[in-house]
């Protein structure tokens, strides 16, 4: 069974080059090469997650090579309830993809680089949840980061070219931070492996430790997204195409939260950093939800929710006990799901009505009954809506911190029920506008060009353009979604808005909402497992002793 770990790392990077190599002449072969992998990647992941809870951590040293000196690949519970659920929304994104058609305007093009880049991205996700010491950890961001920044930018438009910029900054920064700490912490202790690590850090003087802990999560707090290192997030994410920012906003800031609960656990028992991250979890919640509370864009307003339910993540992990780890591990592995869906449906709503700007879309609800549940369910979700999984994380929170009985812990109870009565008043209103109320005047007429071949939609001339199909307004070509409305065409596959949704994007999306109810059916076994998963942190000798063999 051990054998089987580097797979989900190994399959996606082999993967790779069949894709590259069948390039646009055999797009449907390259289709369905990633979709088969995507497939095989899902199914290891499951039997890695019931594996490590039957029989413990599985691990693998590459090449036969002991720690320090090797590679080291660990799946225990925690790691294969990532993989699992990782692999479940990356393979509904790719379908919703090839329904959108991401990469059917790459046929002019010398290289295909969507199903490349989207194949490395998963690959690095699933070497950063099995990374069993930090250089290999590091090795994963910078995978996914290297795939992330050709995601982000794909189209060449210059908003994706302004914000892929904003996010390489702010990643080069947090990487050589990362860098940083990882050469102090190996001059300190001569290795980088977790397990020798949880041994050898304690040794060292309380300031060394405390240094190399605040480095760390400054590092992970940049990738999660964690306020105030999460000012990048609203500004880049929005401007990607939608599954990209999909799964960027429901997976990839999930993997710095992941780092955090790896490292508080194993690395630095004792939670003597608890009360900043309670105080940064807080700021978190609050900010983030009177930022999305502002917003009129559906993007943006999401993307200030994430920010926001992020802090429910870090409140757990500020707690440190064993009933606040199992309710964060519940609360990731929903908020990855439910996150993603909602920008899904966000990508439909924008294919259907040419735009994501609340003030201009509605009547939805009358028209396209389908989208509006498959809205409605994942946002009363978000919300924390009893019974739906998003009640049963909060809930097991909410309970941690009124058993832990501190002032911070208090605290964030209340912040936590606030921040939820908000999020409730925000999916409101995005319902109220989008679906409930009567479309307004000026909506996009079905036909709308959404991306085109032309850079006009960068420039600074402020002159009025006009929407086919709805009269004589004038529009403002910056008040468009992804470009200007004209009649055009990129190679003869242009996006366009229509009445009748491409099926991948619907049954990938209803996949996804599938998913999010079946946390709730099976709340009692997953609840079962995230709580034998928050003893597993805290024990620390089941990893260790699976890695070192003692």
């Known amino acids: 069974m051990n054998a089987l770990v580097p797979l989900p790392v190994l399959l996606p990077l082999c993967a790779t080059g069949l894709s590259l190599a069948f390039g646009t002449r055999l797009k449907e072969l390259q289709r369905l090469v990633s979709v088969a992998v995507l497939t095989a990647v899902l199914g290891l992941s499951v039997t890695l997650m019931i594996a490590a809870d039957s ?78 010491d930090l250089v290999n950890l590091y090795v994963g961001f910078e995978i996914m980061l290297v795939a992330s920044f050709v995601l982000l930018t794909l189209g060449g438009t210059g908003p994706r070219i302004r914000a892929g910029s904003t996010y390489v900054i702010i990643s080069l920064f947090s990487s050589m931070l990362f860098l940083t700490a990882i050469a102090m912490t190996y001059a300190a202790t001569g290795t980088a492996n977790f397990a020798q690590l949880a041994g050898r850090l304690g040794a060292l003087p309380l300031g060394v430790q405390t240094l190399i802990q605040a480095m760390l999560l400054t590092v992970f707090a940049v990738k999660a997204a964690v306020f105030p290192l999460a000012a990048w997030l609203p500004d880049s994410y929005p401007t990607a195409p939608a599954p990209v920012t999909a799964v960027f906003a429901g997976l990839l800031t999930k993997v710095g939260v992941y780092c955090m609960l790896r490292t508080e656990t194993l690395l630095f028992p004792g939670n003597r950093l608890g009360d900043l991250l309670m105080a940064a979890a807080l700021a978190s919640m609050v900010v983030g939800i009177l930022g999305a509370v502002a917003q009129t864009d559906l993007k943006r307003l999401l993307s200030f929710t994430l920010i926001s339910h992020i802090g429910y993540m870090v409140f757990g992990i500020g707690l440190a006990t064993r009933g606040a780890y199992g309710g964060a591990i519940v609360y990731v592995a929903h908020h990855i799901t439910v996150q993603t869906t909602l920008f899904l449906v966000t990508g439909m709503i924008e294919r259907r009505s040419g735009t994501t700007e609340l003030t201009r879309i509605g009547g939805l609800a009358r028209a396209a009954p389908l989208l509006a549940l498959l809205f409605f369910v994942p946002a009363m979700n978000l919300a924390g809506i009893p019974p739906l999984s998003g009640f049963i994380g909060k809930l097991a929170l909410m309970r941690a911190g009124v058993a832990d009985g501190g002032a911070w812990a208090w605290t964030l109870v209340a912040g936590s029920a606030t921040t939820s009565l908000l999020t409730l008043y925000v999916t409101a209103k995005v319902w109220n506008l989008a679906f409930w109320r009567a479309a307004p005047p000026g909506q996009a ?106």
């Open 445 to 550: 007429a079905d036909g709308t060009v959404l991306e085109a071949d032309s850079d006009e939609d960068d420039s600074d001339d402020t002159g009025p353009d006009h929407i086919p199909g709805t009269g004589d307004e004038p529009v403002h070509p910056r008040h468009q979604p992804a470009g200007r409305a004209v009649a055009a065409t990129l190679h003869g596959h242009a996006v366009t808005t229509t009445t009748r949704l491409p099926g991948p994007m619907t049954w990938a999306t209803a996949a996804t909402v599938a998913l999010g109810l079946a946390f709730t059916v099976f709340a009692g076994p997953l609840t079962s497992y995230t709580d034998r998963a928050a003893a597993e942190l805290l024990a620390r000798a089941p990893y260790v002793e699976a890695v070192l063999g003692r």
């Open 55 to 132: 029989h413990g951590p599985l691990t693998v040293h590459l090449g036969d090579f002991a720690p320090p000196l090797g590679i080291t690949l660990v799946a225990d519970r925690l790691s294969g309830l990532m993989l699992t659920v990782s692999s479940a929304v990356t393979l509904c994104v790719l379908i919703y993809s090839l329904g959108q058609g991401m990469a059917d305007r790459e046929e002019e093009t010398p290289v295909a680089v969507f199903h490349p880049a989207y194949l490395i991205l998963v690959a690095g996700v699933s070497c950063t949840f099995l990374a069993g």
